[in-house]
T-cell receptor, first 113, second 114 residues
Framework: AQSVTQLDSQVPVFEEAPVELRCNYSSSVSVYLFWYVQYPNQGLQLLLKYLSGSTLVKGINGFEAEFNKSQTSFHLRKPSVHISDTAEYFCAVSGPGTYKYIFGTGTRLKVLA | DVKVTQSSRYLVKRTGEKVFLECVQDMDHENMFWYRQDPGLGLRLIYFSYDVKMKEKGDIPEGYSVSREKKERFSLILESASTNQTSMYLC?????????????FGEGSWLTVV
């Protein structure tokens, strides 16, 4: 069975500082990995996804993530955050041949002025 | 752009009422989903559907049912609402071909059961 772990429930960071949000997954088969962002009172929007190919994936709003198969991780990074990045971020795993998407419990990123 | 539309953003219902949450997607996606989101628990899958009239239980189907009579529409039904069903409900859709396996979400429906 697939599962996703987001170890950090909250991450405070100062504006213009770098940030890394951690995501680890478990799966016995090939995986598709996703990061979504949720702003207050809204649905989830796709930031980026890994299906295959290059392990470094670039997304919207300056975010990127790296797929590390040996460490079963897909950490999200941004070199310089803005106040507007304050939101909740969800990591998700799926895979070929499955309809299901498994989501982590989310990480609240709070960017401080 | 893919659009997933949930008919009601905010609802307040009484215990024991029958509640319908409607969802429509405009991208001809095969798969549709209903999730429930609660603080600290993330998103939990209630039901999903991979074709018209087809459905499968997710992780927390108890107290819920679904209906998919048309490809674009997926309804979540609470037969007899209870206070522990107060939550944010998210509808989503995806397609291996049309959406490149990306799952797209609606804006969410906040349900309060009193």
């Amino acid at each position: 069975a697939q599962s996703v772990t987001q170890l950090d429930s909250q991450v405070p960071v100062f504006e213009e500082a770098p940030v890394e949000l951690r995501c680890n997954y478990s799966s016995s088969v090939s995986v598709y990995l996703f990061w979504y962002v949720q702003y207050p009172n809204q649905g989830l929007q796709l930031l980026l996804k890994y299906l295959s190919g290059s392990t470094l994936v670039k997304g919207i709003n300056g975010f990127e993530a790296e797929f590390n198969k040996s460490q079963t991780s897909f950490h999200l990074r941004k070199p310089s955050v803005h106040i507007s990045d304050t939101a909740e971020y969800f990591c998700a795993v799926s895979g070929p041949g499955t309809y299901k998407y498994i989501f982590g419990t989310g990480t609240r990123l709070k960017v401080l002025a | 752009d893919v659009k997933v539309t949930q008919s009601s953003r905010y609802l307040v219902k009484r215990t024991g009422e029958k509640v319908f949450l409607e969802c429509v997607q405009d991208m001809d996606h095969e798969n549709m989903f209903w999730y429930r989101q609660d603080p600290g628990l993330g998103l939990r899958l209630i039901y999903f559907s991979y074709d018209v009239k087809m459905k499968e239980k997710g992780d927390i189907p108890e107290g819920y049912s679904v209906s998919r009579e048309k490809k674009e529409r997926f309804s979540l039904i609470l037969e007899s609402a209870s206070t522990n069903q107060t939550s944010m409900y998210l509808c989503a859709s995806s397609s291996p071909v049309a959406s490149g396996n990306t799952i797209y979400f609606g804006e969410g429906s906040w349900l309060t059961v009193v």
